[in-house]
């Protein structure tokens, strides 16, 4: 079946330092990726998508580009924040399931 | 826009009893989605209702039902409640369909005792 495998970390970083996040998928057809972000207590905030190969979703100063040939879609930023301490989701959906499938999570802190 | 809202926030719960679980999408939103996140699984999707019909469901036991109104809100049901249902439970709305974003709401956090 479908799956993600993203980075488990956790991961730390200092303020202003670079992020990567690496996701990559299994999937049959041409799924839409998403990053999506957890903060404590709350619930699933979209963060970005893209729904074709090529495309890069940027938001609040991440990106991430759709590479079919890696089946990839690694989360990136160039100077993060405190406030970017989060859990971060990668996951896919296709046509046909309605459901958005997951990887397990990568939870960043970022100190000061 | 009003988002996704969830209640309860918070539910405990003793083994063998059930529990019901309400989510009102945004407004013009007609797929509602269910997801259970517990550390150990992470997020598992549960089953999705369009215009009041269950049009996808995840592998999970008949204990957990749910249902849609004609106002799009949904309800799910878990009976007979185990320890390992205790997670939380996320709702997700969207416009119709798997092109369109799903927005979730906080979720509601269940401690089954």
């Known amino acids: 079946g479908d799956s993600v495998t993203q980075m488990e970390g956790p991961v730390t970083l200092s303020e202003e330092a670079f992020l990567t996040i690496n996701c990559t998928y299994t999937?049959?057809?041409?799924?839409?990726l998403f990053w999506y972000v957890q903060y404590p207590g709350e619930g699933l905030q979209l963060l970005l998508k893209?729904?074709?190969?090529?495309d890069k979703g940027s938001n609040k100063g991440f990106e991430a580009t759709y590479r079919k040939e890696t089946t990839s879609f690694h989360l990136e930023k160039g100077s993060v924040q405190v406030s970017d301490s989060a859990v971060y989701f990668c996951?896919?959906?296709?046509?046909?399931?309605?459901?958005?499938?997951f990887g397990k999570g990568t939870k960043l802190t970022v100190n000061p | 826009k009003a988002g996704v809202t969830q209640t309860p926030r918070y539910l405990i719960k003793t083994r063998g009893q059930q529990v019901t679980l309400s989510c009102s999408p945004i407004?013009?939103?007609?797929?509602v989605s269910w997801y259970q996140q517990t550390p150990g699984q992470g997020l598992q999707f549960l089953f999705e209702?369009?215009?009041?019909?269950?049009?996808n469901k995840g592998n999970f036991p008949g204990r957990f039902s749910g249902r849609q109104f004609s106002n799009s809100r949904s309800e799910m049901n878990v009976s007979t409640l185990e320890l390992g249902d205790s997670a939380l439970y996320l709702c997700?709305?969207?416009?119709?369909?798997?092109?369109?974003?799903?927005?979730f709401g906080p979720g509601t956090r269940l401690t089954v005792l």
């Open positions: 997700a709305s969207s416009l119709a369909s798997y092109t369109d974003t799903q927005y």
């Open positions: 999937a049959t057809g041409y799924p839409s």
């Open positions: 893209a729904t074709k190969a090529d």
């Open positions: 996951a896919l959906i296709k046509g046909g399931s309605e459901k958005l499938v």
């Open positions: 407004s013009g939103h007609r797929s």
């Open positions: 209702y369009f215009s009041e019909t269950q049009r």
